[in-house]
């Protein structure tokens, strides 16, 4: 069983960065692949980025490529949201999650632990 803690949300103007990050409890943490997904009011969950369980493999989601980059430290149980040049549009609930699929998993349906969001508010 794994525990999902995110953090790092917040207010920001468009432009700035934020960095989101998500602790993980449990021994088995680097046996996951870990995601990000978002949800903005009125709107379904979206895939926003993944990576698999050395890191080494990334996937991202066309609306935030080149601005946000996904990263782990196994040693930390910890998995980042590095966001940069932010826009109205990210602004949502942002989650993450663990799937014991190998690589890179865009699907929400195959990941097995959430964490409870982190609010990310951009304004113009």
């Known amino acids: 069983q794994v525990q999902l803690v995110e953090s790092g949300g917040g207010l920001v103007q468009a432009g700035n960065s934020l960095r989101l990050s998500c602790a993980a409890s449990g021994r088995t943490f680097s046996s996951y692949a870990m995601g990000w997904f978002r949800q903005a009011p009125g709107k379904g969950r979206e895939f926003v980025a993944s990576l698999g369980r050395s890191g080494s493999n990334t996937a991202y989601a066309d609306s935030v490529k080149g601005r946000f980059t996904i990263s782990r430290d196994n040693a930390k149980n910890t998995v980042y949201l590095q966001m940069n040049s932010l826009k109205p549009e990210d602004t949502a609930v942002y989650y993450c999650?663990?799937?014991?699929?190998?690589?890179?998993?865009?699907?929400?349906?195959?990941?097995?632990?959430w964490g409870q969001g982190t609010q990310v508010t951009v304004s113009s």
């Open positions: 999650a663990a799937s014991s699929m190998i690589g890179v998993v865009s699907n929400g349906a195959w990941y097995e632990h």
